[in-house]
């Protein structure tokens, strides 16, 4: 079966310090990889999705960058935080071919102070 | 006008009754279209898709879709209080802000 992590759990990090969150999917290959924010109160706002190595589509142009050095591994990065970069983030993975729902990871609660 | 927009709630139902949410969308091309539920500090967990017009039913859950009035709704029978949580539409990678769920004992 398929299994996504996703780590940190918790961040508090000051402003200006750089950021970088890891998600990494088992038990599938090719898969559609995404990063979500959650503003507390709020819906989800796509910030990045890749459909292959290599290959990043950023929806919100800010401080934050993706990357994907592996076909199962999603990284998203910051140089320095802003207290806007507070918020519920979250990897999600769905099929490669299709139109399929997502599966999320356990999230992020990042805290910029 | 919001890509998908959910009114935000709180719906308050007794156990046992018929929890209807309600979901419109301004995407004319969608072919996707979800239903998510979200506990308190929790990840969101797909618990409904559906791509054609009319009913979908699973288990206590019905979704609902009309294309023609960019229409998307999810009906919880037998409420149960186990039901309480926030309830995401989404429409291909958009999502509205969810309805806010809670069910009575």
């Known amino acids: 079966s398929q299994t996504i992590h996703q780590w940190p759990a918790t961040l508090v990090q000051p402003v200006g310090s750089p950021l970088s969150l890891e998600c990494t999917v088992e038990g599938t290959s090719n898969p559609n990889l995404y990063w979500y924010r959650q503003a507390a109160g709020r819906g989800l706002q796509l910030l990045f999705y890749s459909v292959g190595i290599g290959q990043i589509s950023s929806e919100v142009p800010q401080n934050l960058s993706a990357s994907r050095p592996q076909d199962r591994q999603f990284i998203l990065s910051s140089k320095k935080l802003l207290l806007s970069d507070s918020g519920f983030y979250l990897c999600?993975?769905?099929?490669?071919?299709?139109?399929?729902?997502?599966?999320f990871g356990s999230g992020t609660r990042l805290t910029v102070v | 006008q919001k890509e998908v927009e959910q009114n935000s709630g709180p719906l308050s139902v007794p156990e046992g009754a018929i929890a209807s949410l309600n979901c419109t969308y301004s995407?004319?091309?969608?072919?996707?279209f979800f239903w998510y539920r979200q506990y308190s500090g929790k990840s969101p967990e797909l618990i409904m898709s559906?791509?054609?017009?009319g009913d979908k039913e699973d288990g206590r859950f019905t979704a609902q879709l009309n294309k023609a009035s960019q229409y998307v709704s999810l009906l919880i029978r037998d409420s149960q209080p186990s039901d309480s949580a926030t309830y995401l539409c989404a429409v291909r990678t958009r999502f509205g802000a969810g309805t806010r769920l809670t069910v009575k004992p």
């Open positions: 559906i791509y054609s017009n």
């Open positions: 995407d004319r091309v969608s072919q996707s």
């Open positions: 999600a993975w769905s099929k490669h071919t299709g139109n399929y729902g997502y599966t």
